[in-house]
């Protein structure tokens, strides 16, 4: 049984260009995520967090921000994250910040590889982002022709 944490205080951005940017081969009706809905999930491997893609696809992450667990995520420290996606290819990573700033992993995507994290579907990958300033961050995960995205609030 897991415990459920809510985020508040990330906004959506309102520049609708950065999305764009960020993954120009959205479906129709896709949401983009807010900090304020995303959900923690403390699992026994840690605080879990589930994306946003389309049809029947996932995107899970598994975060390792050290105390305090669960975020919000510390400004300028590398954060390992787990990642599972369904779909098929390699794995490609982004991040956007409030003002519409790109960044990419310090390291990986790294896999696919195993682990005794297998309570969803999809292979798995290790990455690490150090998240420059505050506020709402979104992790933009491209596999294949699929594209999914989770909110993490940073301060």
């Given at each position: 049984?897991?415990?459920?944490?809510?985020l508040?205080?990330?906004?959506?951005?309102?520049?609708?260009?950065?999305?764009?940017?960020?993954?120009?081969?959205?479906?129709?009706?896709?949401?983009?995520?807010s900090?304020?809905?995303?959900?923690?999930?403390?699992?026994?491997?840690?605080?879990?967090?589930?994306?946003?893609?389309?049809?029947?696809?996932q995107?899970?992450?598994?975060?390792?921000?050290?105390?305090?667990?669960?975020?919000?995520?510390?400004?300028?420290?590398?954060?390992?994250?787990?990642?599972?996606?369904?779909?098929?290819?390699?794995?490609s990573?982004?991040?956007?910040?409030?003002?519409?700033?790109?960044?990419?992993?310090?390291?990986?995507?790294?896999?696919?590889?195993?682990?005794?994290?297998?309570?969803?579907?999809?292979?798995?990958?290790?990455?690490?982002?150090?998240?420059?300033?505050?506020?709402?961050?979104?992790?933009?995960?491209?596999?294949?022709g699929?594209?999914?995205?989770?909110?993490?609030?940073?301060?």
């Open positions: 049984m897991g415990v459920s944490l809510a508040s205080g990330c906004a959506d951005r309102p520049d609708s260009t950065v999305a764009a940017r960020a993954s120009p081969a959205l479906t129709p009706g896709y949401t983009r995520p900090c304020a809905n995303t959900r923690f999930v403390l699992s026994q491997a840690g605080p879990e967090v589930q994306g946003i893609a389309p049809g029947q696809n995107l899970w992450g598994l975060v390792f921000s050290g105390p305090p667990d669960p975020p919000p995520l510390p400004v300028g420290v590398s954060v390992k994250i787990v990642w599972r996606m369904t779909g098929t290819g390699a794995l990573l982004s991040a956007y910040g409030p003002s519409g700033r790109r960044i990419l992993p310090d390291f990986g995507p790294d896999g696919p590889r195993g682990s005794t994290w297998n309570t969803h579907p999809g292979e798995e990958w290790g990455s690490s982002f150090t998240f420059p300033s505050s506020g709402c961050w979104e992790v933009v995960a491209v596999r294949g699929v594209v999914a995205r989770v909110g993490l609030a940073v301060a």
